[in-house]
């Protein structure tokens, strides 16, 4: 069986499709994703590119192949500094 992958966000920087569990998401350089919180944990796998990740005020950088645990609750926001690759567990 096949099915179509719904593309959930569409614009020239960024496309996210919705694979079930998981989101495919493929950032430009010097996309951001806007500082925000959420209410549960979340883990993203960087698989290609690399970026800057800011978790409350401490900024690092991470290369692929890189997983991210961010906690619930923790201020977050991610800028590509190469065209990027990830994978979004929901």
């Known amino acids: 069986m096949i099915e ?23 950032l430009k350089k010097w996309t951001s994703a806007s500082d925000h919180i959420h209410g549960h944990a979340e883990t993203v796998f960087l698989m290609e590119g690399e970026g800057e990740m800011i978790l409350w005020n401490k900024k690092k950088i991470i290369k692929a192949p890189a997983k991210l ?22």
Do not use: M
């Open 4 to 26: 179509k992958v719904n593309i959930i966000e569409q614009s020239k920087w960024c496309t996210a499709y919705d694979c079930d569990i998981i989101l495919y998401i493929r």
């Open 69 to 90: 645990i961010i906690p619930a609750n923790t201020y977050h926001k991610f800028t590509a500094l190469t065209d990027v690759i990830g994978l979004e567990i929901k």
